[in-house]
């Protein structure tokens, strides 16, 4: 065996080599395979895909891309005009403005290009009486027009919140629908008089219309211990200083507060409901909701349920005025329980009995006829004795002569025993759901 490999040993070398060559192509060659039918695969999958894609409608084919091109656009529009709603109440007003402008200086301007150049020109500072200062330069030198295009601002944005505007704040609430955060300059001072602005006109909005329960719910979620001397709240509400107690950082907020809380208040006295109860709001910032803020409030009134079921309804109806409200529960109690006398007579009856002894003892110290004011009465008069009397005589020939009677033809018969006063508490809870601001 040793002499054969010798002898052939050139050859057996050659044999091997070709060995190890031979399994290097076959597993080369078997990789190369299944490689390609990974390929081949890709290939069908594809071909399917296209297929499936081509049968749809539009097909992705390059006679229909101008057509998804115009949907695109149209589905851009569309959600532009979704959007709209939620949160831009003064657009109208801003409109009317930018027609004025395009109208007098002869030339086309766009709300958006004047949006585009108003922020260049406001954020080129961050000092206030710096972009105070840019925003007046912005006006006189690039609209002649300025005041005549702010007028017709004005007298479409008066329509559109509750918050009076005169010539102290027009500029601010103009600033404020271009996307400007109230700030306030920054001063308590500016932000009491802010507040107290809105709540001396949501009371005048309320003045023989609706009632306010308490001196609390004349605050709206605010509190101040002394409004129109220039003491301002504190954080908590509680009297406290000079100083507002809020943060500046929180100016913006509480300005976004009163006006949606302004215009509920306006809207509601459209309901015809009875009274405000109380306000509370779950917080000075809003929560964020992906692009949008959320405001939450519990309002608690009264009023009948009619009333109470329109107040809801023109809630639900405002984001025709680019107002979005969310009604998310409504709690209802009744004021008065006119069951009780069916359901407890005896309760009933102990009640109304402790109610007629209380009625008799505030009774009991009246103004005495001719005399001085005040002291005990401590006998009626003969006047007082005979009406009396006679009012006692005819209670009793009605029961007598109503007893001979079918009970059907009977007085009060037919009446309602239950619901009678017709009035009820609710607490309800809405969301105020915008568009969040730029934030310069």
Not at 265 to 282: A, L, N
Not at 382 to 394: C, F, I, P, V
Request: proline share 4%; hydrophobic share 35%; aromatic share 10%.
């Amino acid at each position: 065996m040793n002499r054969f490999v010798k002898n052939n040993l050139v050859l057996i070398i050659v044999l091997g080599i070709s060995l190890v060559v031979t399994i290097g192509l076959l597993v080369w060659t078997t990789m190369q395979y299944l490689q390609m039918w990974q390929y081949i695969t890709q290939t069908e999958n594809l071909r399917e895909e296209i297929a499936n894609l081509i049968k749809k409608t539009p097909a992705p084919v390059e006679g229909n891309i101008p057509l998804i091109e115009t949907d695109k656009k149209l589905y851009e529009r569309v959600a532009e005009q979704i959007r709209k709603p939620f949160g831009h109440p003064l657009q109208p007003a801003l409109d009317q403005f930018i027609s004025v402008l395009r109208r007098t200086n002869g030339e086309e301007v766009s709300l958006e290009k004047f949006k585009e150049e108003f922020i260049a020109e406001w954020t080129k500072s961050d000092v206030f009486a710096q972009q105070e200062m840019n925003y007046k330069l912005f006006q006189r030198n690039n609209f002649r027009n300025w005041d005549e295009a702010m007028q017709a601002f004005r007298s479409v944005a008066e329509k559109a919140t509750a918050e009076p505007i005169n010539e102290g704040n027009i500029d601010e609430i103009f600033r404020s629908s271009l996307g400007v955060q109230r700030k306030l300059g920054g001063k308590p001072e500016n932000l009491l008089l802010m507040m107290t602005n809105f709540r001396d006109g949501m009371l005048a909005l309320t003045k023989d219309k609706i009632q306010f329960d308490s001196e609390e719910a004349t605050y709206f979620s605010f509190s101040f211990t002394d409004i129109g001397t220039g003491v301002a709240p504190t954080s908590d509400g509680a009297p406290g200083g000079s100083s507002s107690g809020y943060l500046l950082e929180d100016y913006p907020m509480i300005a976004q507060h009163w006006e949606i809380l302004s215009d509920i208040v306006k809207r509601s006295t459209e309901s015809g409901i009875q009274s405000f109860v109380s306000f509370r709001k779950r917080g000075i910032q809003p929560e964020k909701t992906g692009s949008f803020d959320v405001f939450h409030y519990s309002i608690e009134v009264t009023g009948t349920m009619e009333s109470i079921r329109k107040f809801v309804g023109i809630l639900d109806q405002a984001y025709h005025d680019n107002r979005v409200y969310v009604v998310r529960s409504v709690f209802l109690y009744q004021l008065e329980d006119d069951a009780l006398p069916l359901v407890n007579p005896e309760v009933a009856a102990a009640k109304e009995a402790t109610e007629e002894q209380q009625r008799s003892s505030r009774e009991m110290y009246q103004p005495r006829r001719g005399g001085r004011r005040g002291g005990f009465r401590t006998q009626e008069s003969d006047e007082e004795r005979l009406a009396r009397e006679n009012a006692e005589r005819q209670a009793r020939e009605i029961a007598e002569r109503e007893k001979s009677l079918p009970y059907y033809h009977r007085s009060g018969y037919g009446v309602p025993v239950v619901g009678r006063n017709g009035l009820c508490r609710a607490i309800i809870d809405v969301e105020y759901i915008m568009e969040s601001g730029s934030g310069i």
